[in-house]
């Protein structure tokens, strides 16, 4: 059974920086791609960033130029650093690994930006 361990979230200010990791149980080529993924309250589950096995990366609009995706193939581990964090980042951070047409997901890890 796959799993996927994040952290790295928290409460920071509007402006500032946090970085998020997520260390899968196995070997990460083993997927078509991990990414991550957050929900909003009373919103749905979207894609903010993933990167495929070829190591492509994809990035909704409203995160490009202020997030980047990037793996360790040493250590399974896929990170994301968030920069120039907006109120409106403020979700439950999901990682996720693909294989096929089959997701795994992790517990997630909550971002909140506010003053």
């Known amino acids: 059974q796959v799993q996927l361990v994040e952290s790295g979230g928290g409460l920071v200010q509007p402006g500032g920086s946090l970085s998020l990791s997520c260390a899968a149980s196995?070997?990460?080529?083993?997927?078509?791609?991990m990414g991550w993924y957050r929900q909003a309250p009373g919103a749905q589950r979207e894609l903010v960033a993933d990167?495929?096995?070829?190591?492509?990366?994809n990035y909704a609009d409203s995160v490009k130029g202020r997030f980047a995706i990037a793996r360790d193939n040493t250590k399974n581990t896929i990170h994301l650093q968030m920069n120039s964090l907006k109120p409106e980042d403020t979700a439950v951070y999901y990682c996720?690994?693909?294989?096929?047409?089959?997701?795994?997901w992790g517990q997630g890890t909550q971002v909140t930006v506010s003053s």
């Open positions: 196995e070997n990460i080529f083993n997927f078509n791609a």
């Open positions: 996720s690994a693909r294989i096929l047409r089959r997701y795994y």
């Open positions: 990167i495929n096995v070829g190591g492509v990366t």
